[in-house]
């Protein structure tokens, strides 16, 4: 079990470059998570998905930010022409839905944008 | 929505004392987790436990539904405890609204 990994961990770039990050998630989970985290804050909910469905999305999600699971394993999320207030921590989440959802986060992708 | 408040916001400590954590929801929930976020920002899962009681080494943790609280006990505190302990809850089994967090300093 290697855990939930996040590429990359670290991103700089300028106000309205895209940008797009990967999750793998613990590889027999089903539900793969989105958060992003600012300082002092806890993780805010972004979206989720069981496989390969989107199934929930926050209306924190604007319509530039997109996330896929494609073939229901790694995850990636795609910020399209990037603002200075989506500067966060963007976190991943799996978790197999057994009747419980209890949920491992991988170490995150700090973004800032300048 | 769900709101979820957590006390106290900050705790110092001295090594070995024990402490008491409280999330407070706002709504019935059937999804509830204790996480800590230590110094280098890792969210540990430490319970999921929307009702009852569990423990696991020096923490504990319960749950009272009925009346919309839970409690995260840490005993015997060492400097490795430090960090932030969020609670979060859902009423679904999927999204969960995550709280303001504790602020825990365990001083040598």
């Known amino acids: 079990d290697t855990g939930v990994s996040q590429d990359p961990r670290h991103k700089i770039t300028k106000r309205g470059q895209n940008v797009t990050f990967r999750c793998d998630p613990i590889?027999?989970?089903?539900?793969l998570y989105w958060y992003r985290q600012t300082l002092g804050q806890g993780p805010e909910f972004l979206t989720y998905?069981?496989?390969?469905?989107?199934?929930?999305k926050s209306r924190l999600l604007s319509d530039r930010f997109s996330a896929e699971r494609p073939k229901g394993s790694f995850s990636t999320l795609e910020i399209q022409r990037t603002e200075q207030g989506d500067s966060a921590m963007y976190l991943c989440?799996?978790?197999?839905?057994?009747?419980?959802?209890?949920?491992?986060f991988g170490p995150g992708t700090r973004l800032t944008v300048l | 929505g769900i709101q979820v408040e957590q006390s106290p916001p900050d705790l110092i400590l001295q090594e070995g004392a024990n402490s008491t954590l409280r999330c407070n929801f706002s709504d019935s929930v059937n999804n509830l987790q204790w996480f800590h976020q230590n110094p280098w920002g890792q969210l540990i899962n430490l319970f999921y436990?929307?009702?009852g009681t569990k423990q696991n080494g020096r923490l504990s943790a319960t749950t009272v539904a009925t009346e919309r609280y839970s409690l995260l006990y840490i005993s015997s505190s060492q400097t490795t405890d430090s960090g932030v302990y969020f609670c979060a809850v859902g009423s679904s089994a999927s999204k969960i609204i995550f709280g303001s967090g504790t602020r825990l300093s365990i001083r040598p």
């Open positions: 436990i929307p009702s």
């Open positions: 998905f069981q496989n390969e469905a989107q199934l929930e």
């Open positions: 989440a799996s978790s197999q839905w057994d009747g419980t959802d209890t949920q491992y």
């Open positions: 590889s027999e989970h089903n539900r």
